[in-house]
């Protein structure tokens, strides 16, 4: 049963890496860089292009992540004997899926439609709300690592 949960284990954190590392490569690397590009349809293009990739794993990501977290719960005994600090992952980490569910889905969907119909103050705009909301996603992600790491002793 040690081999399920370290492997259960591993691709949780495998899922966090991967969720909460792009978006601060996309913030902090590809966006800054992609700015430094004059020309709006050349920007919004490729921002459009690397953000749906990003997406893609992101998504692959969060599943991955609600499985093995709620797998690891019920492994150890199921919520009543979680520690505090597995509930406060938990809901962090909901609130996290809810807020990428609906950049998906709202300002990146609208942005990409922008970008095919080269409307490109449509596009600018969605992409500032995509990055306003990826930057609260990577600071709730941040408190989630931190929980994960010094919540036990810290709560």
Do not use: C
């Amino acid at each position: 049963m040690r081999i399920v949960y370290t492997a259960l284990l591993f691709v949780h954190v495998l899922g966090v890496v991967v969720w909460v590392g792009g978006m601060f490569v996309l913030h902090f690397a590809v966006r800054p860089a992609a700015a430094r590009l004059q020309e709006p349809a050349m920007r919004l293009t490729l921002l459009s292009s690397v953000i749906g990739r990003f997406m893609s794993w992101a998504a692959l990501a969060v599943v991955a992540i609600l499985a093995t977290g709620l797998a690891m719960i019920f492994a150890s005994g199921g919520f009543r004997n979680a520690h505090l600090s597995v509930h406060l992952m938990l809901a962090v980490g909901l609130l996290m899926m809810g807020l990428f569910l609906h950049i998906r889905f709202a300002p990146f969907k609208r942005m990409r439609a922008a970008v095919v119909g080269a409307d490109w103050a449509v596009a600018a705009a969605n992409l500032d709300s995509v990055r306003k909301l990826v930057l609260i996603n990577l600071v709730l992600g941040t408190v989630t690592i931190a929980i994960a790491t010094i919540g036990r002793a810290a709560l």
